[in-house]
């Protein structure tokens, strides 16, 4: 089943005088299917932040849609989107994006919370959250007390909780340890195995190699997709190395 349907995507931002105009996306297409763990790939001013701001409806196309489930979110009113966005999208960030003076628990309540949920509902949905993620010993304390591969899983209880139709992680393992990286990859694989569709934007290959498909964006366009196959995460490695190499180089032949 299609969960996500973009097509032909354009972004063209205007300088603040309008002299110049820059276009940073170009007729992008793609879909991704329910249960799918994609990875979006590109150098610095390829377009993938300005798509994926797109797709957590932070930002506005030019001209184009993007269906989530179905419903346009392009269209949906300025006074409705942050409701759609907490209801639909979870989110997962590079800085975390935690409330120091709130404890972990409670950030990991928010968007409940912001959903007028009651405590009793909220408990449930934490509770096998947290075993799962391995953060039950760390509920109560706040974020400058816990490290960051435990605040990074604290932002992935918060982004699950909701039960999100789509998680949009942008460069979650970048401000991690390699050791802390590796187990919040592991905790995305084994969270998409259960069903949960993910996107995330990412630098790096280790990451991207944990998806199913990675997306490459050049110049505001789809250069290239991997599907993984029966290939393993070496093997993932080293073909998203190698089309990294070619795109680098300007190459077209990505084979």
Known sequence: ????????????????FGG?????????????????????????????????????????????????????????????ISAFRRDNL?????????????????????????????????????GPLAKRLNIEEILKKFPYEVSGGQKQRAAVARALITQPKLVLADEPTGALDSKAAMNL?????????????????????????????VLFIKDGEIYNQIYRGSMSNDDMYQKISYTLSVLASGGEDCE
């Open 20 to 80: 110049n105009q820059v276009q940073a996306l170009s007729n992008v297409s793609f879909s991704v299917e329910q249960g799918e763990y994609v990875a979006i790939m590109g150098e610095s001013g390829s377009g993938k932040t300005t798509l994926l701001n797109i797709l957590a409806s932070l930002d506005k196309p030019t001209s184009g849609e993007v269906f989530l489930d179905g419903k346009n979110i392009v269209t949906i009113k300025d006074s409705e």
């Open 90 to 126: 979870g989110f997962v960030f590079q800085d975390f994006n935690l409330l120091d003076t709130f404890s972990i628990q409670d950030n990991i309540f928010l968007p409940l919370v912001l959903a007028q949920k009651n405590y009793q509902e909220m408990n449930s949905r934490l």
């Open 1 to 16: 089943m299609r969960l996500l349907e973009v097509k032909n995507l354009k972004k063209i931002y205007t300088t603040r």
């Open 185 to 213: 990859l592991k905790i995305f694989s084994a969270i998409n195995e259960q069903g949960q569709t993910i996107l995330m934007v990412t630098h790096s290959v280790a990451a991207a190699s944990h998806a199913n498909r």
